[in-house]
């Protein structure tokens, strides 16, 4: 294998071919002087020379690629930009704050559907401008984010970015269809739900990129792209798409010192020729200290509630950006930024109603899979042999579109077809529904572990009973020994009664049931009130 000029063919010959120093055998000769000439060996003194572990280090980096350099250059740029990130403990709002990476988060997971949206609505069927979208949609992105911020508020951007983050991790689920477990079933229903919303949340987020990405831009996609910012309420004090210039440019310390004035919401597009990031403030006057926020598409938003903390990050990170990749123009010791700034303006109704719809479908998660598991008949299977299914549901719907479940009835079958229903009130979400169906499906502890948790009361004719406390099995703690029941009369007598759980048992909570029935005859009993309280419906009906 020939070698280098310093007739060194790789950094683990380093040892092999330096020279040994005279009056000590094993102490090799310590540095090198680069150049084309042959190479000229010194020795170590106490005074200058670098050390063998730096010389070997030395040799290493000249030995490695440009390429492999820019990558380990990049490293260390992003070590630095985390340690600022974490530098901000203390002083950060994390009610706003979220990290995110475009990578991960997205391109990776929906490298497949990117292409094809791009390819039939953006680049007119040019397959390798479209595979280009997967290098980054930090313009998309982060023009997406502004608008958010303007239409609800600070963390606006947050829950979008997030909601986007977990739709592409749904829909990039491996779901097998042959799998009839609630879990499965859930995420081929989630699967399928989010397909749906993920098409037009990438096709807006595609276009608003695609509209600012030279040289595929048009004026017609600028134009839309403006027009779509103002029917969310951002408006600029220049004409981008009328103007020489699509953006305005200013040094970096000249920015950010006019940052300091800012008296009122603002909304600023911030960032390189190469990559595009987005600062949103919100200020109700020049008194207000506000709360200041940097969204990176490859980081996330850092949030604070003071222009001074939010200077001194910006001042680190931007010291670093360049070796991170951010190629920024540097103009003598400064850096030129590109910017549009946006102010609040009046927003469009209709555009309001589009803006909500990811947040309408978030929120209603739990409806459509009760909806979808009704209405499909849909049989899913528990634990013990047994199979479910949702025979009924209610809810409440508001004005904007959110849905809240108020209760939800389930059918059990267990192995040897018997059939149970059971209803569940106060429901709030799926989980939680399911979490107590596999309760009252198995012994019990699940069950009765969130009974005692919620303080769930279950009403008789003239008593309530709730669980106050229960105890596991020393043998096995994922079963019932004994709960413990308070009931109370309507003249505010307090009786508490032991349940006891033998096994083997079918099922836990029937054998709960009957014997909680029984104990309150007895108490309705010995109070001398001769009427019978307990109805042939199942009381754990009104759950």
């Known amino acids: ?41 010194k020795q170590k003194t106490s005074k200058g020379l670098i050390n063998k572990k730096q010389f070997i280090k030395n040799i290493k980096w000249l ?18 930009i985390n340690h600022y990130y974490q530098e901000l403990d203390g002083i950060e709002n994390k009610e706003y704050s979220f990290d995110f990476n475009q990578g991960p988060a997205l391109l990776h997971k929906l490298k497949d559907i990117i292409p094809e949206i791009a390819e039939v609505l953006m680049t007119n069927g040019d397959k390798k401008n479209a595979e280009n979208f997967l290098q980054g949609l930090c313009l ?3 023009a997406r984010y502004l608008m958010e911020e303007r239409v609800h508020g600070p963390g606006g951007g947050r829950k979008y970015m997030l909601m986007l983050e977990y739709i592409a991790d749904q ?19 989630l699967n399928r739900y989010y397909r749906q919303l993920l098409g037009p949340m990438l096709k807006d987020v595609l276009s608003l990129h695609f509209s600012q990405c030279l040289p595929l831009n048009s004026d017609a996609a600028k134009k839309a792209y403006i027009d779509q910012l103002n029917k969310s309420g951002l408006f600029s004090n220049h004409k ?18 006019r940052l300091r004035q800012i008296n009122k919401n603002t909304f600023i597009h911030f960032g390189s020729p190469n990559h595009a990031m987005v600062i949103s403030i919100h200020k109700k006057n020049k008194e207000d200290p506000g709360i200041w926020s940097f969204y990176d598409p490859n980081k996330g938003t850092k949030a604070v509630n003071t222009y001074k903390d939010f200077r001194d990050f910006m001042d680190n990170l931007h010291e670093v950006w360049p070796a991170f990749g951010y190629n920024f123009t540097q ?25 909500n719809s990811w947040k309408v479908a978030w929120h209603n998660e739990s409806s459509y899979l009760f909806r979808a598991l009704k209405e499909q008949n849909i049989s899913f299977k528990l634990e013990k042999e047994m199979t479910g299914k949702v025979t009924d549901y209610t809810l409440t719907k508001d004005d904007n579109g959110f849905e809240q479940i108020q209760s939800v009835t389930f059918q059990l079958t267990d192995k040897e077809n018997k059939q149970t229903s059971i209803t569940f009130p106060g429901i709030t979400n799926f989980d939680q529904a399911i979490n107590q169906l596999k309760g009252y499906a ?22 309530t009973a709730k669980v106050i406390d229960y105890v596991l099995r020393a043998d096995d703690k994922d079963k019932i020994q004994s ?57 754990f009906s009104q759950l």
Not at 67 to 73: D, P
Request: proline share 3%; with cysteine; hydrophobic share 35%.
């Open 1 to 41: 294998m020939p070698g280098n000029i310093f007739g060194i063919r790789n950094a683990h010959h380093i040892n092999q071919v330096l020279p040994k120093t005279e009056d000590n055998p094993k102490k090799r000769l310590a540095c090198v002087s680069v150049t084309n000439t042959p190479v000229a060996l």
């Open 240 to 257: 981008i798409n009328h103007s020489t210039k699509d953006f305005c440019i200013d040094s970096y310390q000249s920015f950010m010192d």
């Open 331 to 355: 103009p003598s010791q400064d850096y030129l930024v590109y910017y549009n700034e946006f102010f609040e303006g009046e927003f469009d109704e209709k555009e309001i109603i589009d803006a």
């Open 63 to 80: 030995l490695t690629t440009p390429a492999k350099k820019k990558a380990i250059k990049q490293q260390q740029a992003q070590q630095q």
């Open 140 to 142: 998309g992105l982060s």
């Open 171 to 189: 829909y990039s689920k491996t779901v097998s269809r042959k799998d009839a477990s609630i879990n499965a079933v859930k995420n081929q229903l």
């Open 442 to 463: 198995t012994d019990g502890e699940t069950f009765f572990r969130t009974l005692k948790e919620q303080q769930t009361l279950v009403a008789f004719k003239t008593v």
């Open 483 to 539: 709960v413990t029941f308070e009931i109370n009369d309507k003249k505010g007598n307090k009786i508490n009664t032991v349940i006891n759980v033998t096994y083997p048992n079918q099922n836990t909570f029937e054998q709960v049931k009957g014997n909680l029935l029984a104990n309150v005859n007895k108490i309705i009993e010995n109070s001398g009130n001769d009427s019978n309280i307990i109805e042939t419906s199942d009381w």
